[in-house]
């Protein structure tokens, strides 16, 4: 049970940190005019969309996948489980900050 809790915490946490990098990449190539306007930029967009939903399952669904393949049904479907109630709640923390800092983080639009 303590291995499945630490792949929970890795690919919840590991998902939340590429969201916030993709984010912050996002956000200072819009600030510092980066990425400029041409046709390639929406097309870099999609194609980092679906590099990040392939990469994000795999921090998710990756392992309990294995698991499940393996024969270890109820270790997949409590791995799964655990790394979405994990994910959802490290939403809730980073919503709730930033409620109660709403002009820290409408600074940074």
């Known amino acids: 049970m303590?291995?499945?809790?630490?792949?929970?915490?890795?690919?919840?946490?590991?998902?939340?940190?590429?969201?916030?990098?993709?984010?912050?990449?996002m956000y200072y190539c819009n600030k510092y005019s980066l990425l400029g306007e041409n046709l390639l930029i929406p097309i870099f967009f999609l194609m980092l969309f679906v590099f990040s939903a392939a990469f994000t399952?795999?921090?998710?669904?990756?392992?309990?996948?294995?698991?499940?393949?393996?024969?270890?049904?109820?270790?997949?479907?409590?791995?799964?489980?655990?790394?979405?109630?994990?994910?959802?709640?490290?939403?809730i923390v980073v919503f709730l900050i930033s409620s109660l800092l709403p002009n820290y983080f409408l600074t940074w639009a």
């Open 2 to 25: 303590r291995k499945i809790l630490g792949y929970s915490i890795l690919g919840s946490f590991g998902t939340a940190f590429y969201i916030t990098a993709v984010i912050s990449f």
């Open 57 to 91: 399952g795999f921090l998710i669904l990756g392992k309990p996948i294995m698991l499940y393949a393996d024969g270890k049904k109820r270790d997949a479907v409590v791995l799964f489980f655990s790394t979405i109630i994990l994910f959802f709640m490290i939403a």
